[in-house]
């Protein structure tokens, strides 16, 4: 059966790697003020206000298999 | 440049974006930057500016204002909407030729950066979905490095490792035939394992740095 949970091992894999870009980072001299103006989030929200119901998530859900047809992506199974 | 999800997906990655990004090339000055993209409203008319994160319709007069403050901008009225950058996030303006000449040509005069230069533009976003994104191309960059450190020379390897570095590299860098390469990799090892990292202890042990 297929383990869909990282295994402890990889979880500490990860961890380690998150570790090593702050201290990467910091080699570099890079540190961030945190009054530095920071890149905005560019995600726009696919509907205003959120889902706040069954159609506004079918909505969401058309458009992506729109988009995944546009781009000749293969279509994720159907659960 | 292309960047964001296109340049992941086209890395590799199978997932989906709903708009476009690119590195617009920074190097002229901002009045030529902003003209370039004001020429593209005049040719596309319904092409127009939106300022990104409260997606309100911006006069293009108001451009170099903006792009100083946040580097980036969205165009919207195209097939997608489509985010052009001046200064993405971990970039710096001054390094765009050096980006440039290690990212790969496109046929259509684009090119895509390499697997390290994107992953930097996905670091420190203070987004949770670049995770993901992170951890792909950083995989990459690892299968990579871990390909071509051991036969890199001394002074190949020590240029790799100022761009990339993480626990499995600078274990294969502490077992390298230069000291000096030894020496990073041990270093970072050691201050990763110091820090209380359990990973990195392992592989400090393996290595006979313990």
């Not at chain 2, 309100?56 to 580097?71: H, N, R």
């Not at chain 2, 697997?115 to 960059?141: N, S």
């Not at chain 2, 230069?178 to 592989?203: C, Y």
Request: aromatic residues 8%; proline residues 7%.
């Amino acid at each position: 059966m297929k383990q869909y949970r990282p295994n402890v091992e990889r979880q500490k894999e990860l961890y380690s790697r998150m570790k090593a870009r702050e201290i990467f980072r910091r080699m570099k001299g890079k540190t961030r003020s945190p009054d530095a103006p920071r890149i905005p989030d560019n995600s726009e929200p696919w509907l205003p206000g959120g889902v706040h119901s069954v159609a506004d998530a079918l909505y969401i859900s058309d458009r992506i298999k729109e988009t995944m047809k546009e781009w000749n992506l293969p279509q994720q199974p159907q659960s | 440049m292309v960047l964001g999800g296109l340049a992941v997906i086209s890395h590799g990655l199978s997932r989906v974006t709903h708009d476009a990004d690119c590195w617009l090339d920074p190097t002229i000055s901002i009045e030529d930057w902003c003209n370039a993209v004001k020429d593209l409203l005049v040719k596309w008319a319904r092409l127009r500016l939106v300022s990104i994160g409260n997606w309100s319709e911006m006069p293009p007069a108001d451009l170099a204002g903006y792009i100083e403050d946040f580097g980036v901008v969205r165009v919207l009225g195209a097939t997608q909407p489509f985010d052009i950058f001046r200064r993405p996030n971990e970039m710096e303006v001054s390094g765009f030729e050096e980006v440039w000449e290690r990212a790969t040509p496109l046929t259509d005069g684009t090119r895509l950066p390499d697997v390290v230069d994107l992953l930097i533009t996905k670091q420190d976003t203070g987004r949770p979905r670049d995770t993901y994104d992170i951890q792909f191309l950083e995989g990459k960059a690892e299968e990579m490095y871990l390909e071509r450190l051991p036969k890199a020379s001394s002074g190949e390897a020590l240029k790799m490792l100022e761009r990339f570095l993480n626990p499995k590299v600078a274990a294969a860098a502490a077992a390298h035939s230069d000291p000096k390469v030894r020496e990073t990799g041990m270093k970072f090892l050691r201050e990763l394992a110091d820090a209380g990292d359990p990973f990195a202890r392992d592989l400090l042990a393996a290595v006979g740095g313990a």
